[in-house]
């Protein structure tokens, strides 16, 4: 992901990709004493509207009829149930007019009947692209790169590629990579097109759905500027998930953007700037705390993406570049962040942040960022004699690795008893509902984080 640039704001859009499970798959076969002939289906798409998949058949007997659909990514197909089917043909109908599918998202889908004792016959695989037809798009294609565009000269569409080329090779040959295959790329060259094609907050300028290694971005005929950077970029993050990529763990947030903008514009002046005003004023982020999604205001994004590339640069100055190649690829393999930074620059996540805010000339015990709110009212009967509840886990020291303000060391008692119990009572209920909300909590992250993958937000991965 990239953001626009801030002479030119996007108007506000949000967009969540829904995959909905509503009936378990059943493995396909060839159904005991009934059967039905499928004849040749066919899907038809129109961009903002839906796609209508129709698949011919002919015979009987069929209990209920289920469409299979997969997306690039996605951990499973989502498996629905026809509301009616006629007598020679099924049809399913996938709305798509919430915003629910990227443009040009490539889908798979099949139509299986169900009888009545039980077995399933699946029909024949559908292979459909979600097109944005609003459009007649043009085409330059390059060695592993293609531009596709509508608006402008084939001179802009020319230097467009040129950048994508260029910037594809060059991060490919830093994070130590050989990128065998092609990335689509679409330009979009007005706010009201990209706007209209991608729903991404105000602040963003491109987008990348590694899933299906394809780019979009917001480039006008005249402001190829900012196209030598947002093309690079959003190739950048097609080489990072190619190394990257696993079933266990993604890599932190600031590390994928940092790159990305390391590799397209370098640590600039003006992300120099950012960074030491925050750094003064007490507002810099820890880098922990941009693991995961950026704040997407126009307040904080810029900083989140100066913090990443600082980030990046003071890793390349301390480490080199073969570092950061062992970093990578230790995250491809599934490590964990301390694993994964203490096997490429020996230490771990928590020393690099310290020495990252040295660097910026913050103190290590020094505390940015946002803080705890304060506690609440101590509970009627929460006084008196009091035992400790060991720590449900280490206290995280604010952002940076210290304790927040007016927090108390692990083990032991907050002022005036909070987070204790009466002498003699037991603690395992409190700790079983706390164990418990926990787990929901997880269920809920990872629910979250799959329907974000790729951009279908989830997964630049952002929409990225």
Same mark, same amino acid.
């Given at each position: 992901?990239?953001?626009?640039?801030?002479?030119?704001?996007?108007?506000?859009?949000?967009?969540?990709?829904?995959?909905?499970?509503?009936?378990?798959?059943?493995?396909?076969?060839?159904?005991?004493?009934?059967?039905?002939?499928?004849?040749?289906?066919?899907?038809?798409?129109?961009?903002?509207?839906?796609?209508?998949?129709?698949?011919?058949?002919?015979?009987?007997?069929?209990?209920?009829?289920?469409?299979?659909?997969?997306?690039?990514?996605?951990?499973? @197909? #989502?498996? +629905? =149930?026809? $509301?009616?089917?006629? *007598?020679?043909?099924? %049809?399913?109908?996938?709305? /798509?007019?919430?915003?629910?599918?990227?443009?040009?998202?490539?889908?798979?889908?099949?139509?299986?009947?169900?009888?009545?004792?039980?077995?399933?016959?699946?029909?024949?695989?559908?292979?459909?692209?979600?097109?944005?037809?609003?459009?007649?798009?043009?085409?330059?294609?390059?060695?592993?790169?293609?531009?596709?565009?509508?608006?402008?000269?084939?001179?802009?569409?020319?230097?467009?590629?040129?950048?994508?080329?260029?910037?594809?090779?060059?991060?490919?040959?830093?994070?130590?990579?050989?990128?065998?295959?092609?990335?689509?790329?679409?330009?979009? @060259? #007005?706010? +009201? =097109?990209? $706007?209209?094609?991608? *729903?991404?907050?105000? %602040?963003?300028?491109?987008? /990348?759905?590694?899933?299906?290694?394809?780019?979009?971005?917001?480039?006008?005929?005249?402001?190829?500027?900012?196209?030598?950077?947002?093309?690079?970029?959003?190739?950048?993050?097609?080489?990072?998930?190619?190394?990257?990529?696993?079933?266990?763990?993604?890599?932190?947030?600031?590390?994928?953007?940092?790159?990305?903008?390391?590799?397209?514009?370098?640590?600039?002046?003006?992300?120099?700037?950012?960074?030491?005003?925050?750094?003064?004023?007490?507002?810099?982020?820890?880098?922990?705390?941009?693991?995961?999604?950026?704040?997407?205001?126009?307040?904080?994004?810029?900083? +989140?993406?100066?913090?990443?590339?600082?980030?990046?640069?003071?890793?390349?100055?301390?480490?080199?570049?073969?570092?950061?190649?062992?970093?990578?690829?230790?995250?491809?393999?599934?490590?964990?962040?301390?694993?994964?930074?203490?096997?490429?620059?020996?230490?771990?996540?928590?020393?690099?942040?310290?020495?990252?805010?040295?660097?910026?000339?913050?103190?290590?015990?020094?505390?940015?960022?946002?803080?705890?709110?304060?506690?609440?009212?101590?509970?009627?009967?929460?006084?008196?004699?009091?035992?400790?509840?060991?720590?449900?886990?280490?206290?995280?020291?604010?952002?940076?690795?210290?304790?927040?303000?007016?927090?108390?060391?692990?083990?032991?008692?907050?002022?005036?008893?909070?987070?204790?119990?009466?002498?003699?009572?037991?603690?395992?209920?409190?700790?079983?509902?706390?164990?418990?909300?926990?787990?929901?909590?997880?269920?809920?992250?990872?629910?979250?984080?799959?329907?974000?993958?790729?951009?279908?937000?989830?997964?630049?991965?952002?929409?990225?």
């Amino acid at each position: 992901m990239r953001p626009l640039s801030r002479r030119r704001m996007l108007r506000p859009a949000v967009a969540v990709l829904l995959c909905t499970v509503v009936a378990v798959l059943m493995a396909p076969g060839v159904a005991s004493g009934a059967s039905v002939a499928f004849g040749t289906p066919s899907a038809k798409s129109t961009f903002g509207k839906g796609i209508v998949f129709t698949q011919p058949y002919s015979g009987g007997g069929i209990a209920q009829a289920q469409i299979v659909i997969e997306l690039p990514g996605d951990i499973g @197909p #989502s498996v +629905s =149930a026809l $509301q009616s089917q006629g *007598s020679t043909a099924l %049809t399913y109908t996938l709305d /798509t007019s919430g915003g629910d599918l990227a443009p040009f998202q490539p889908l798979t889908a099949h139509f299986q009947a169900v009888f009545a004792d039980g077995t399933v016959q699946a029909g024949p695989d559908i292979h459909v692209t979600y097109a944005d037809d609003r459009f007649a798009w043009k085409a330059k294609t390059g060695k592993l790169v293609t531009i596709h565009w509508f608006q402008g000269t084939d001179a802009y569409a020319q230097q467009l590629l040129a950048y994508g080329e260029q910037g594809f090779t060059k991060s490919a040959a830093f994070l130590g990579i050989n990128e065998t295959k092609p990335v689509d790329f679409y330009v979009y @060259p #007005s706010q +009201s =097109a990209f $706007q209209g094609g991608l *729903s991404v907050p105000e %602040t963003i300028g491109g987008q /990348t759905q590694t899933t299906y290694r394809t780019c979009f971005a917001l480039v006008a005929p005249s402001d190829l500027a900012y196209g030598s950077t947002v093309v690079p970029h959003e190739l950048t993050h097609i080489v990072f998930s190619d190394i990257t990529d696993n079933p266990y763990h993604s890599p932190p947030r600031w590390l994928n953007e940092g790159l990305a903008v390391y590799l397209s514009e370098g640590y600039g002046s003006d992300n120099r700037q950012l960074v030491s005003r925050a750094a003064k004023d007490g507002s810099l982020v820890p880098l922990p705390a941009l693991a995961g999604y950026f704040a997407l205001d126009q307040a904080r994004i810029y900083l +989140s993406y100066a913090e990443s590339v600082s980030a990046v640069d003071f890793m390349v100055r301390k480490y080199g570049k073969s570092a950061i190649q062992k970093l990578v690829k230790a995250y491809g393999s599934g490590a964990t962040d301390d694993e994964a930074f203490t096997a490429a620059l020996g230490v771990d996540t928590s020393s690099f942040n310290k020495a990252w805010l040295a660097d910026n000339s913050v103190a290590a015990s020094a505390t940015y960022g946002p803080q705890p709110a304060p506690t609440g009212p101590i509970p009627p009967g929460w006084t008196g004699s009091t035992q400790t509840l060991p720590p449900l886990e280490p206290s995280s020291p604010g952002a940076t690795g210290s304790n927040p303000p007016g927090s108390n060391p692990p083990g032991s008692s907050p002022p005036g008893g909070q987070g204790s119990v009466p002498t003699g009572s037991d603690p395992t209920p409190l700790a079983g509902v706390i164990a418990l909300v926990g787990l929901i909590l997880l269920g809920v992250g990872i629910f979250l984080e799959m329907q974000a993958q790729g951009g279908r937000t989830p997964p630049a991965r952002p929409p990225s």
